[in-house]
C-alpha cells in the first residue's frame, strides 16, 4: 500500500525568515489552515485561564466556611469562568477544527471568504480580549464589580443598571456580542464552503460525518447565536440610553430574557457537543478499522438534534412558573432530543463491535466519552422531568449533569481529536506515553470532581453559593470534587508538555499514519498553502480507501 | 497522483454559486435578530405603565412603504440591465433605488424629530417608546447598511468600473436589499397595524 503524495513545493528561500517576518504572515494570513491553528491555540489559553477559574473556585468549596475567596470574587469566578468556556474556548476552538478540516476533507484549497475567514477570528479575539479587559478597567473608572459577576446567563433584572453599577456588565455584553458577529461570520462562511466548494464527485452522501455535522452545527448557530447578539443588544439599549425592555420597574419581564437567553441557550449546548460527536464519528470507524455504522442514519439522527433542539429551550425554565402545556410540551421535545443522540451511541457501538480496536490515545478519549456521555444523557432525560427538575434545578446536580456534557464528552473529544489531527497539522505524532498519562489522569480527575457533585446536588447543595454549612453531609463530596481537580490539572499538564515537546521532538509523521479514509490524509503533513496539487474526484464516502485500494473500491458497493 | 484519472465521474458537476448561498444564510441569521426585537415588540404590546400610546401618535407610512418597495423593483430592473449589458441602464436605475432608499430614511427621520419633539416619546419614556426605537431603529440601520453598499457600487459605477461581469456581485447586494424590504413589510405589519 503507498500513501498518495503530492508534489510539494520546495522552499525556496533557503535562509529561515525572521521571528518579525513569521509574526507577520500570520498576522496577515487568510489561510484557512493557519486561522484554525490560531483559533485552537487562542482557545486553549483561554482554557488554561478558564481552568485556573474553575480551580479557585473548588479551593473555596473544597471546604465549608471557606475564605479563600470574598463572596463578591466567587460571583465573578463562576460568571467568567462560564462565559469563558463557552464563548472563548468551546466556541472558538470548533471554529478552529472546522476551518482547518473543512476544506481538506471536501478536498478544496480554501473557505469560500478567506478574508471573512480572518476577519472572524480577529474579531472573535478581540472580543475575547475586551471581556477580559474588564479586569483592567472597570473598578478603576466606575466602581462596582471589578468583572462580569451576573452569571453567564445573565439573568434580568440583575443586569439592569439598577442591581449592576459600574462598567462590568457592559464589557461582558459588548464582548459577547463581538465574539457573536465572529461566531456569525464563520458560521455563514463554513456552511457556504460545505455547500459551494466541494471537490469533484462529493455528493452530500459522500461528506465526511465531521463535515455533515458541522454544515448542521454551523447552520444551528445562525439562528441560535443570532438571537443572543440581539438580546444583547436590547440589553444593551436598556443598560446605556435608559430603554426598559428587561426593566422589571417599567413593565419590563426578566422572563423574557430568560425565554431569550434560553432560545440561544439550548441550541448552544448541542452548537457545542455535536462537533465533539463528528470528531468520533471519525475518529471511532479509524480506529476500529470498520466503516461507520448507518451513516445515513447518523446524518438523520443530526440532522434531528438540530431541529428538535431549536424547540426545548424552556427545560430551563421550569422553575419559573409556566403552564403545565408549556411544562408538558418542553419536557417532552426535551426527552425526544435522547432518541436521535441514543442512535448514535449505538451506531458508534455498532462501529466498534467486531472491529479490531486499536487503542491509541484518540480512542481512549473517544471510548471514555460513550460512558460519560451516557452519563450525561441520563441525567439529562431525568432532568427533562419537570417534577424532577424542580426538585434538583440550581442545584450541583445540573452543575455536574452539564460538566459531563461539555468536559465528560466535548473536552474529552477535543483531546481525542487534537490527538488524531495533530500529526496532520504539525508533521509530528503526539507522543503516546504522555497520551496516555494525560488520559488516565484527566479521566480520574474528571470524574471523581464531577461524580461526587450529583450526590451533593441531590442533598440539596444549591449552585453558585460561595460556600456551604459544614455538618449538612456536603463535606466528603465537595473535598473529594476539589482533590479531583488536582488530578486534571495534572493531566492538562501532561497534554501541554505533549504539545509543546512533540512539535520540536515528535516522531516525524507520514501523511497517513493513521491509515484513514478521508481526504484531509491524502496530502501531506502539514499541509501546503494549496492543500491538494491536483484537486481530487471523489466516488465514495471513503475516498482515499478508493485511492489505496483500487483493487476493492468501496464505490463497487455504494 | 496516478490513481486520481481513474475516478472520473460520469455526471457534470455543478455545485451553487457562493456569493448567493452565503447571503442567504447571512440573511438567515439577520432573520433570527430581526425575530427576537419583533418577539418582544408583539410581548410588548399594550404593556406600556404610561403614555404616549400607538395610537395616539402613529400614522401609518405610505410615502416611506411605496418608497422602499418600488426600490426593490428599480434594484432588480437594474440588476437586469446589467446582466444584458446595458451598463448606462443599470447606473440609472441603481440610482433610482439609491434615491428611493434616501427618501425612506428621510421619512424616517421625520417621523422620529415628530415623535421625538412634538409627542416627547424616546427609547426611554415607556415600553412602547423602547420596542418602537429598536426594532424601527434595527430595520433603518439595515437600510443604512444597504445604502452604504449601493453608494459604493454607484461609484465605482459612476467611474465605468462596473462591467457585466460583475453582475453576480450586485445580485448578492440586492438580496440584501430585497430581504431589508421584505423585513419592512413585517416592521409594518406589526408596528402600525398589529401594534396600533
Known amino acids: ?558 | 497522483m496516478t490513481a486520481i484519472p481513474m475516478l472520473q465521474p460520469t455526471t457534470p458537476w455543478t455545485l451553487p454559486r457562493r456569493g448567493p448561498v452565503g447571503m442567504l444564510f447571512f440573511i438567515l441569521a439577520e432573520s433570527a435578530i430581526f425575530a427576537v426585537f419583533v418577539a418582544a415588540y408583539l410581548f410588548y404590546i399594550g404593556r406600556s405603565l404610561s403614555g404616549p400610546t400607538p395610537r395616539e401618535v402613529l400614522q401609518f407610512p405610505v410615502a416611506m412603504t411605496l418608497c422602499l418597495l418600488s426600490s426593490s423593483l428599480t434594484i432588480h430592473l437594474a440588476v437586469r440591465a446589467l446582466r444584458s449589458g446595458a451598463t448606462g441602464k443599470f447606473l440609472r436605475y441603481w440610482v433610482a433605488t439609491i434615491l428611493l432608499g434616501a427618501g425612506f430614511l428621510a421619512g424616517t427621520a421625520r417621523e422620529w424629530h415628530e415623535l421625538i419633539v412634538e409627542h416627547h416619546l424616546t427609547i426611554s419614556t415607556n415600553l412602547f417608546g423602547s420596542t418602537y426605537y429598536a426594532l424601527v431603529g434595527l430595520h433603518a440601520s439595515h437600510v443604512i447598511a444597504g445604502m452604504t453598499m449601493l453608494l459604493i457600487v454607484a461609484a465605482l459605477g459612476l467611474t465605468g468600473r462596473v462591467r457585466p461581469v460583475h453582475v453576480e456581485r450586485t445580485d448578492v447586494i440586492s438580496m440584501y436589499w430585497h430581504f431589508v424590504d421584505v423585513v419592512w413589510i413585517v416592521v409594518v405589519t406589526v408596528v402600525y397595524v398589529i401594534g396600533r
Open chain 1, 1 to 558: 500500500m503507498t500513501t498518495t503524495q503530492f508534489p510539494i513545493a520546495a522552499d525556496t528561500d533557503e535562509s529561515a525568515p525572521s521571528v518579525f517576518d513569521r509574526l507577520h504572515e500570520w498576522v496577515v494570513t487568510v489561510d484557512h489552515k493557519q486561522l484554525g491553528i490560531m483559533y485552537i491555540l487562542f482557545s486553549l489559553v483561554f482554557l488554561v485561564i478558564g481552568g485556573i477559574e474553575a480551580t479557585m473556585i473548588r479551593l473555596q468549596l473544597a471546604l465549608p466556611d471557606n475564605h479563600v475567596v470574598s463572596a463578591q470574587a466567587f460571583n465573578t469566578l463562576f460568571t467568567m469562568h462560564g462565559t469563558t468556556m463557552v464563548f472563548l474556548v468551546g466556541m472558538p476552538i470548533l471554529a478552529g477544527f472546522a476551518n482547518y478540516l473543512i476544506p481538506l476533507q471536501i478536498g478544496t484549497r480554501d473557505l469560500a471568504f478567506p478574508r471573512l475567514n480572518a476577519f472572524a477570528f480577529w474579531i472573535t479575539c478581540f472580543g475575547g480580549l475586551l471581556l477580559y479587559s474588564s479586569f483592567l478597567t472597570a473598578p478603576a473608572l466606575f466602581g462596582g464589580a471589578p468583572a462580569p459577576d451576573v452569571g453567564w446567563f445573565g439573568y434580568a433584572p440583575l443586569t439592569e443598571p439598577t442591581y449592576s453599577r459600574g462598567n462590568a456588565t457592559d464589557y461582558w455584553i459588548i464582548g459577547l456580542i463581538i465574539t457573536g458577529f465572529g461566531s456569525i461570520a464563520g458560521a455563514v462562511n463554513i456552511a457556504t464552503t460545505i455547500l459551494t466548494m466541494r471537490t469533484k464527485g462529493m455528493t452530500l452522501g459522500r461528506m465526511p460525518l465531521f463535515t455533515w455535522i458541522t454544515l448542521v452545527v454551523q447552520s444551528m448557530i445562525l439562528v441560535a447565536v443570532s438571537p443572543l447578539t440581539a438580546s444583547l443588544i436590547l440589553l444593551l439599549l436598556d443598560r446605556s440610553l435608559g430603554a426598559h425592555f428587561f426593566d422589571t420597574q417599567a413593565g419590563g419581564s426578566a422572563v423574557l430574557w430568560q425565554h431569550f437567553f434560553w432560545v440561544f441557550g439550548h441550541p448552544e449546548v448541542y452548537v457545542l457537543i455535536l462537533p465533539g460527536f463528528g470528531f468520533l464519528s471519525e475518529i471511532i470507524p479509524v480506529f476500529s478499522r470498520k466503516v461507520i455504522f448507518g451513516y445515513p442514519v447518523m446524518v438523520a439522527a443530526t440532522v434531528a438534534i438540530g431541529f428538535i433542539s431549536l424547540g426545548v429551550w424552556a427545560h430551563h425554565m421550569f422553575s419559573v412558573g409556566m403552564s403545565p402545556a408549556a411544562n408538558t410540551f418542553f419536557a417532552v421535545s426535551t426527552g425526544l432530543v435522547a432518541v436521535p443522540t441514543g442512535i448514535k451511541l449505538f451506531n458508534w457501538i455498532g462501529t466498534m463491535w467486531g472491529g479490531r480496536i486499536q487503542l491509541k490515545t484518540p480512542m481512549l478519549f473517544a471510548i471514555a466519552v460513550l460512558v460519560q456521555f451516557l452519563i450525561a444523557g441520563i441525567t439529562g432525560v431525568m432532568l427533562s422531568v419537570a417534577p424532577f427538575d424542580w426538585q434538583l434545578t440550581d442545584t450541583y446536580f445540573v452543575v455536574a449533569h452539564f460538566h459531563f456534557v461539555l468536559v465528560g464528552s466535548l473536552l474529552f473529544a477535543i483531546f481525542a481529536a487534537v490527538y488524531y489531527w495533530y500529526p496532520k497539522a504539525t508533521g509530528r505524532m503526539l507522543s503516546e506515553r504522555l497520551g496516555k498519562w494525560h488520559f488516565w489522569l484527566f479521566l480520574i480527575g474528571f470524574n471523581l470532581t464531577f461524580i461526587p457533585q450529583h450526590f451533593a446536588g441531590m442533598l440539596g447543595m444549591p449552585r453558585r453559593v460561595y460556600t456551604f454549612l459544614p455538618e449538612r453531609g456536603l463535606e466528603i463530596w465537595n473535598l473529594v470534587s476539589s482533590l479531583g481537580v488536582a488530578f486534571q490539572v495534572a493531566g492538562v499538564a501532561c497534554f501541554a508538555w505533549n504539545l509543546i515537546r512533540s512539535y520540536r521532538r515528535g516522531v516525524v509523521a507520514a501523511n497517513d499514519p493513521w491509515d484513514a479514509w478521508t481526504l484531509e490524509w491524502a496530502t501531506s503533513s502539514p499541509p501546503p498553502a494549496y492543500n491538494f496539487a491536483q484537486l481530487p474526484v471523489v466516488r465514495s464516502a471513503r475516498p482515499l480507501w478508493d485511492l489505496k485500494h483500487p483493487e476493492d473500491p468501496d464505490w463497487h458497493y455504494e
